[in-house]
């Protein structure tokens, strides 16, 4: 099956920068589109960003559209989640996942799997 491993996470000021990468492996994930979901403290786990199979459309939650950027490269099997002016709020452990579909693109976690260990994103103020 397909393993996933974020990275990158950190603590930083806000309005500073953080680029997460997610590595797959195992089985191939080309067909598939990718999300990454956050989940804070005391909050449930909430949709951030997806990237479809090739590339060719993104969808953003409304509190991130224009500031986080979603990549991916099916040659190195990796997806990249680029955070720019980020704020005390994004605060959250960050998590990618498989959309279970092949060929869709969805923004609810239940059509996701293959989660990774998550990776802590920390904004001060």
């Known amino acids: 099956q397909v393993q996933l491993v974020e990275s990158g996470g950190g603590l930083v000021q806000a309005g500073g920068s953080l680029r997460l990468s997610c590595a797959a492996s195992g089985r191939t994930i080309s067909m598939y589109a990718m999300g990454w979901f956050r989940q804070a403290p005391g909050k449930e786990r909430e949709f951030v960003a997806a990237?479809?199979?090739?590339?060719?459309?993104?969808s953003y939650a409304d509190s991130v559209k224009g500031r986080f950027t979603i990549s991916r490269d099916n040659a190195k099997m990796t997806v990249y989640l680029e955070m720019n002016s980020l704020k005390p709020e994004d605060t959250a452990v960050y998590y990618c996942?498989?959309?279970?579909?092949?060929?869709?693109?969805?923004?609810?976690?239940?059509?996701?799997?293959?989660w990774g260990q998550g990776t802590q994103v920390t904004v001060s103020s």
């Open positions: 996942a498989v959309d279970q579909i092949a060929y869709g693109m969805s923004r609810m976690p239940g059509r996701f799997g293959s």
């Open positions: 990237i479809s199979w090739n590339g060719g459309l993104t």
